[in-house]
């Protein structure tokens, strides 16, 4: 008995592995034929997620939920259009001035690592960089032809991205007044013992991941913004946005944004590249130390190592979106089990401490 049950033991962990690659390879495949809506789904779940918030908020002074979806998605929209015409045009503009301005700061950039080398030589320290620039210099043509590339697509294709725009919201719509009744009804095909803590976890974990990193994107945007002004960085603005929105990846993406600017900034001044990533970085702790846990709550229930796996998961079958929805899948997951083993439907083990009621009634 004892050998049979060892061997079962080491037939389960042996074929774990290459059923959880199939699995993967299989999400993989079918996320490419499916992208567009999936993508589209996606997003508007996410939307749907983010604004249950303000709808429950309307409700509490007696508005309907039909009612209270309408003036939700009518400020979210008022907010979107305002947005687009002022903001916007900005990022734009200074994103065409930047890949304009990108290849005479890497001639500025090879000039100055030239001067570096000479002095190096003239210390005697044999150092060669010429190899390095090269390479450096060759990526970021590289990237800079990519974006510029997919610049001229998404121009191409704003047609329909309005149209995508438009569906996300529709769909959000629909999610927000009749989501709770189709959820119900594909929960009530499990039993109660996985569809409670799934529902709770799933609820938990999405709403409370989404709006806490874009409450701290934008905290990184409107405080790095006044800052980047201040040291003349130019395009402070857009270097801004592009770490604000790099905090939507958790715990890699950060560095990855802060990296970026301090290389775009490193081509142009490399004196400013200094205090541009100092001042990233000061803005980054105060948000990880003293904002993150208030809003977030402590990861508790999923090791980093994991939560590395799941990302690079998310990227291989997804790509950005991926990336983006990785940590709550797997915090949802993690949550969802946890509660079958302690068979505690009211008080499971999460990523997130904070704790979240349950779904919206949708029967108004």
């Given at each position: 008995m004892r050998r049979s049950a060892s061997v079962q033991t080491l037939l389960i962990y042996g074929l774990s592995g290459p059923i959880i690659a199939l699995n993967v390879w299989l999400l993989s495949v079918l996320f490419s034929y499916f992208q567009h809506p999936i993508?589209?789904?996606?997003?508007?779940?996410i939307l749907a997620f983010l604004l249950n918030y303000p709808v429950k908020l309307f409700e509490r002074v007696r508005i309907t939920r039909s009612q209270s979806v309408i003036i939700v998605l009518i400020i979210t929209l008022t907010l979107l259009i305002i947005l687009g015409v002022t903001?916007?045009?900005?990022?734009?503009?200074?994103?065409?001035?930047?890949?304009?301005?990108?290849?005479?700061?890497?001639?500025?950039?090879?000039?100055?690592?030239e001067k570096l080398q000479i002095i190096a030589r003239q210390r005697r320290i044999n150092i060669d960089l010429s190899l390095v620039t090269n390479q450096v210099n060759a990526n970021i043509q590289n990237l800079v032809q990519q974006i510029a590339s997919g610049a001229v697509g998404f121009a191409g294709t704003l047609l329909s991205g309005l149209f995508n725009v438009v569906l996300v919201f529709v769909l959000a719509f629909y999610m927000l007044l009749y989501g709770g009744r189709v959820w119900s009804g594909l929960v009530n095909l499990l039993p109660s013992s996985i569809g409670i803590p799934l529902t709770k976890s799933l609820q938990l974990n999405f709403q409370n991941f989404f709006l806490s990193q874009l409450l701290l994107g934008l905290f990184m945007v409107i405080t790095l913004t006044p800052i980047f002004l201040f040291l003349r960085i130019p395009f402070a603005l857009l270097f801004a946005i592009v770490i604000g929105i790099s905090q939507l990846i958790p715990f890699i993406g950060a560095s990855l944004g802060i990296g970026l600017v301090t290389l775009l900034v490193l081509l142009q001044n490399w004196w400013l590249a200094f205090p541009a990533a100092v001042a990233a970085m000061i803005m980054q702790q105060i948000k990880d130390n003293l904002l993150a846990p208030k809003l977030m709550g402590?990861?508790?229930?999923?090791?980093?190592?994991?939560?590395?796996?799941?990302?690079?998961?998310?990227?291989?079958?997804?790509?950005?979106?991926?990336?983006?929805?990785?940590?709550?899948?797997?915090?949802?997951?993690?949550?969802?089990?946890?509660a079958i083993k302690n068979s505690k439907h009211n008080n499971f083990v999460s990523n997130f401490t904070v704790e979240y009621d349950s779904p919206p009634d949708t029967d108004h």
């Open positions: 993508t589209i789904l996606s997003i508007a779940a903001l916007v045009p900005i990022v734009i503009e200074q994103t065409i001035q930047l890949l304009n301005k990108i290849p005479d700061w890497l001639a500025s950039s090879q000039a100055n690592l402590d990861f508790i229930g999923l090791n980093p190592i994991w939560i590395f796996v799941a990302i690079l998961m998310g990227f291989e079958i997804a790509g950005l979106l991926g990336t983006l929805v990785a940590v709550p899948i797997a915090g949802t997951i993690k949550g969802t089990f946890d």
